[in-house]
């Protein structure tokens, strides 16, 4: 077992009884999970989405998250995070680096979790997505597991997370141009905000 992967599991146990105290959590759709390396996608609106994100996925899945750079100047912070095995990313350029370690660990078997949005959108279609998260499904060609965190999160109130079914990007041989890409990620956007259990209850 991996250095990382053992750290991972003690930070684990440690958040699952601090969110148990904060907060309740639901989890539906765990059986959509899949075995084998996938790309986690979800929306974000907290710095607790990372740590949701863990919860729902299982103890036995390590999520490498792709975390943004600013994180690393915290010196305690910068250590925890490395040492969890998260993937640096600086935001609102094209990071060449991110996209290589993101892609050597699904290659490699493992899970990723990246927010496409970018940044915390408190409110829907506040931040639009951008198509980093199907380009790197798409090379790397695994599967995108849709995860829906609710925005608001009062504590101690029950937080209901919903996983969606697993998805691929289809493989074409021609380049894909900027705005195909961009239809893409609005789609992969749409199918995280229709797992929206309030959404669904509205539309019954």
């Given amino acids: 077992m991996?250095?990382?992967?053992?750290?991972?599991k003690g930070c684990y146990r440690i958040a699952r009884v601090m969110l148990?105290?904060?907060?309740?959590?639901?989890?539906?759709?765990?059986?959509?999970?899949?075995?084998?390396?996938f790309l986690?996608?979800?929306?974000?609106?907290?710095?607790?989405?990372?740590?949701f994100i863990a919860m729902a996925?299982?103890?036995?899945?390590?999520?490498?998250?792709?975390?943004?750079?600013?994180?690393?100047?915290?010196?305690?912070?910068?250590?925890?995070?490395?040492?969890?095995?998260?993937?640096?990313?600086?935001?609102?350029?094209?990071?060449?680096?991110t996209i290589k370690e993101t892609l050597s660990y699904l290659k490699s078997g493992e899970k990723v979790a990246i927010f496409p949005e970018g940044t915390r959108n408190p409110e829907k279609n506040v931040v639009s997505a951008k198509s980093g998260a199907?380009?790197?499904?798409?090379?790397a060609d695994v599967p995108i597991v849709p995860i829906?965190?609710?925005?608001?999160?009062?504590?101690?109130?029950?937080?209901?997370?919903?996983?969606?079914?697993v998805y691929a990007i289809e493989t074409i041989n021609a380049r894909r141009s900027p705005n195909e890409y961009k239809l893409l990620v609005d789609a992969l956007m749409d199918k995280i905000e229709a797992l929206n259990p309030e959404l669904c209850a509205n539309n019954l």
């Fill in 2 to 8: 991996k250095s990382s992967y053992r750290f991972y």
């Fill in 20 to 37: 148990s105290v904060l907060y309740g959590l639901s989890v539906k759709g765990r059986e959509n999970i899949p075995h084998g390396a």
């Fill in 40 to 51: 986690v996608c979800a929306n974000h609106s907290s710095t607790l989405d990372p740590i």
């Fill in 57 to 97: 996925c299982g103890i036995e899945n390590h999520m490498h998250i792709i975390a943004k750079a600013e994180l690393y100047r915290v010196p305690v912070l910068s250590a925890i995070v490395q040492k969890l095995g998260a993937i640096r990313v600086d935001r609102g350029i094209m990071d060449m680096n």
């Fill in 134 to 139: 199907v380009k790197i499904a798409e090379r």
């Fill in 148 to 165: 829906y965190i609710p925005r608001k999160k009062p504590l101690f109130r029950k937080v209901h997370l919903v996983i969606g079914e």
